[in-house]
Structures are given as C-alpha cells and as structure tokens.
C-alpha cells in the first residue's frame, strides 16, 4: 500500500492509502467530502550512515573486480591463561 496526498480546499491536506498505482487526479475530503485534487510531492529519501556507506561502496566495487585471496588468513590468538595458579589445575576442553 501506498500513502498518497491530496488537498482539500476547505479542510487542508490528507492522505489516503491505496495500492501502487491506483491513484484517482482527485478524492473527496475525508471530513466535508469535498472533491480534493491530488498533490505531487518528493520521494522521502534517508541519508546512510558512513560506516554503511563505505560497506555499500565496498560491495559495489567487488561486483566487477572482487578482491582475490592469495591466503588463508591466520588463525586468532588464543586468550593468554589468567595469573592465578589455581586455574591451571582446571579441566581444558
């Protein structure tokens, strides 16, 4: 569904929601049932944040020429084993 304004000389501006497309020129006023022409508006377009941004630009430019790997990449190290010495007698998986 699709929210779509229309405006109405008495009442002012509402919306009304119908499937894509199938917008009437005119639509009459929810409150006085006047005929209201329709208005055009601009799209709502949202700002990405930067770190999104680079993630998209990222993944466009590895579309035509994808980064090859010539490496396994190495293994994370291990967490260093904690200072008291009664953990070391502990099982170890």
């Known amino acids: 569904m699709t929210e779509y304004e229309y405006r109405c000389p008495a009442c002012g501006?509402?919306?009304?929601?119908?499937?894509?497309?199938?917008?009437?020129?005119?639509?009459?006023?929810?409150?006085?049932g006047q005929d209201s022409r329709r208005r055009f508006s601009a799209l709502p377009v949202r700002r990405v944040g930067s770190v999104l941004a680079d993630a998209l630009r990222r993944d466009e430019a590895s579309a035509d020429h994808p980064e090859v790997t010539s490496a396994v990449p190495?293994?994370?190290?291990r967490p260093r084993a904690p200072a008291d010495p009664r953990h070391a007698a502990l099982p170890r998986p």
């Open 74 to 77: 190495p293994r994370p190290a």
């Open 13 to 32: 501006p509402f919306a009304v929601r119908r499937s894509m497309g199938s917008a009437t020129p005119s639509a009459p006023c929810p409150a006085c």
